[in-house]
């Protein structure tokens, strides 16, 4: 989440804290957890306290399950309203 904050490439950021584009990609998808070292990286790179960065990770990871009943519950929304501007297309169509 910082990086997309900042608007900074996955391949940008990866370069700045030396480590490889997928490593960092398996990183931000969860499938792997960054090494203390690699915590500091980060810290200094955005000037933010790794203890910040900690936090907010912890809160994002207890929130999850309401955050993906949150995200199916948009993205059910999404679908709803692309089906009803494919309804309203059709109906224009047979005008």
Not at 47 to 75: C, G, H, M, Q, Y
């Amino acid at each position: 989440m910082l990086r997309a904050y900042h608007h900074i490439p996955q391949k940008e950021l990866a370069e700045k804290l030396g480590i490889s584009n997928s490593h960092l990609s398996e990183i931000e998808n969860g499938k792997k957890t960054p090494s203390l070292e690699l915590l500091d990286r980060y810290s200094d790179f955005f000037k933010i306290p790794a203890s910040s960065i900690l936090l907010f990770s912890e809160n994002i990871n207890a929130d999850k399950t309401k955050l993906d009943k949150i995200r199916e519950s948009v993205a059910n929304k999404i679908l709803k309203i692309l089906e009803w501007v494919g309804d309203c297309n059709e109906f224009e169509k047979v005008k």
